[in-house]
Nanobody, 124 residues
Framework: QVQLVETGGGLVQAGGSLRLSCAAV????????MGWFRQAPGKEREFVAT????????SYGEYVKGRFTISRDNAKNTVYLQMNSLKPEDTAVYFC?????????????????WGQGTQVTVSS
C-alpha cells in the first residue's frame, strides 16, 4: 500500500511557474512508475507526464511537452512536476499516481494509487 500526498499548487499568472511535489508513504516507492494527471471542471482526467521507476524514462502529454518536466528523488520518496510557461488552460486539479504494473503508463486505469489532488489556477 502506498499513500500519495501532493503539495505545491496555487494561483499563478500566465507565463509563471509552479513546482508540484508528491510525497509517497509506504514501501517500494522506487519500484513504481509514477505519473501526473489533471482534471479541469467539466472535463475528463487528462494524462500529463510519467516517469519510470529509476527515473531514466519520461513521457509527456502533447499539451505540456516542452513546458513541464517530471522528475523523482527515490531517496526522498518524492516525485516532482516542474511547470513553466503556464497558461490559463493549465488550470486544473493535478493528481499524482503510482503504478506497480506498467511502464510508460499514459492511461489512468494503469495506476494503482492516487493522491487527493492539488489545485493549480493560472490567471490571464
Amino acid at each position: 500500500q502506498v499513500q500519495l500526498v501532493e503539495t505545491g499548487g496555487g494561483l499563478v499568472q500566465a507565463g509563471g511557474s509552479l513546482r508540484l511535489s508528491c510525497a509517497a508513504v509506504g514501501r517500494a516507492f522506487s519500484s513504481y512508475s509514477m505519473g501526473w494527471f489533471r482534471q479541469a471542471p467539466g472535463k475528463e482526467r487528462e494524462f500529463v507526464a510519467t516517469i519510470s521507476s529509476g527515473g531514466r524514462m519520461t513521457s509527456y502529454g502533447e499539451y505540456v511537452k516542452g513546458r513541464f518536466t517530471i522528475s523523482r528523488d527515490n531517496a526522498k520518496n518524492t516525485v516532482y512536476l516542474q511547470m513553466n510557461s503556464l497558461k490559463p488552460e493549465d488550470t486544473a486539479v493535478y493528481f499524482c499516481a503510482g503504478s506497480s504494473r506498467y511502464y510508460n503508463a499514459r492511461r489512468d486505469m494503469m495506476y494503482d494509487y492516487w493522491g487527493q489532488g492539488t489545485q493549480v489556477t493560472v490567471s490571464s
